[in-house]
């Protein structure tokens, strides 16, 4: 086992949650709309993720846990336009290295399922054939079972439920076209469930509760082709009284990111509300023409770079202004 292996797969994974937004990431790439979810002990013990996407090729299980396999990049010019979460192959490497992982997956064509398991980066025996649906399902068991410094500096099991049960809520928010649904082991109910095709406030309520759900404005920016930006959103308005910090749930071209020049632009629309302590819902995505966007981030950095950033940030927060005065306080 190579210690540099597990070094950069710690750098990437640093916890159950990183690894979920990998599995997921690649989930929706892969077409999926409906995405499971079952953990146990916090994701260190279980974490696994069943889709109904695309499928994995039969003859790509050898390497898929190989450093630089990915399906997604054909030629390097490809960078500036990606459409798709990954492109490094690097995800399900790392995670391989530091994890039990076994992957369970059918792509339309496949008479029958294949099964196989990896251990640091590669395949272990032959694939099996199994039963099961079109889709991939990838279990990942006994997380940092050889990394003992990371499994003594994380939390407590509950803490690390808590901060995914955090990223799928934020998933499923922007993902309208995919079912989530989130549970821990053992437990009948979901811990998290949404509807493929729900709306988006139905959505927010169904992750943030009833409360949160009723006290929304919808956003709007139609196309602008000036600074090649459109966007969408439903934040709280001015009679939403909550003293619970919610961080905002900022997409940009499908990312989750964060942008600090929104942020403050927000925060200064919010101003008074804010300072009677109030802590608003905020949800926006955004779409940027690619070639405008910073893509090239490593994959634990979530600050977004864009070009015309200013005007931008002033057209969302002057449209933010809009909504929240349409509404009778
Ligand atoms: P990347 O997403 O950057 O390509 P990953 O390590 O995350 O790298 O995944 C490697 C490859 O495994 C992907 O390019 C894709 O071909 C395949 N893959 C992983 N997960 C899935 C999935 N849920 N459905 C279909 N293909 C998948
Ligand atoms: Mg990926």
């Known amino acids: ?25 690649n989930s929706i790439d892969a077409g999926a709309t409906s995405i499971d979810i079952l953990v146990r002990d916090g ?42 979460y990954g492109f490094r192959g690097e995800a399900l490497a790392s995670i391989s290295h530091i994890a039990r992982v076994t992957v369970t997956t059918k792509t339309q064509s496949d008479a029958c399922a294949w099964k196989v398991s990896y251990a640091a980066g590669k395949m272990l025996g032959e694939p099996k054939p199994t039963a099961g649906k079109d889709g991939t399902a990838i279990l990942v068991e006994d997380l940092f079972y050889n990394v003992h410094s990371r499994l003594r500096a994380l939390r407590s099991p509950n803490e690390e439920l808590a901060k995914i049960l955090d990223c799928v809520g934020r998933y499923a928010i922007n993902a309208f076209q ?20 729900s709306t988006t ?48 749930v900022l997409f940009i071209n499908n990312r989750l990111v964060t942008c600090d020049p929104l942020r403050r632009a927000l925060n200064q629309v919010y101003g008074s509300y804010l300072a009677k302590g109030n802590k608003p819902f905020i949800f926006l995505s955004l779409s940027i023409r690619p070639d405008l966007v910073d893509v090239n981030v490593h994959p634990t950095k979530r600050e977004v770079r864009f070009l015309h950033d200013d005007e931008i940030v002033e057209l969302v927060a002057s449209r933010l202004e809009d909504a929240l005065a349409s509404v009778d306080t």
Do not use: W, Y
């Not at 989530?180 to 811990?191: I, P, V």
């Not at 949160?212 to 082709?225: D, R, S, Y």
């Open 1 to 25: 086992e190579s210690v540099v292996n597990k070094i950069a797969a710690g750098e990437i994974i640093v916890g159950p949650v990183n690894a979920l937004k990998e599995m997921m990431e």
């Open 43 to 84: 994701g260190l013990k279980v974490l696994q993720l069943t889709d109904n996407g695309s499928g994995i090729d039969k003859n790509d299980l050898p390497i898929l846990c190989e450093r630089f396999t990915t399906s997604k990049l054909t030629a390097f010019e490809d960078l500036s336009s990606i459409q798709t």
């Open 178 to 197: 995919i079912g989530f649904s989130c549970k821990k082991f053992g437990d009948s109910q979901f811990a998290l469930s949404v509807k493929a095709n």
């Open 201 to 248: 406030r139905e959505r927010i309520r169904a992750i943030f509760g009833r409360v949160v759900g009723e006290n929304l404005v919808e956003l709007n920016l139609a196309e602008n082709p000036q600074f090649g930006v459109s966007a969408h959103g439903q934040v709280s308005n001015l009679n939403f009284v909550s003293k619970k910090a919610i961080t905002p």
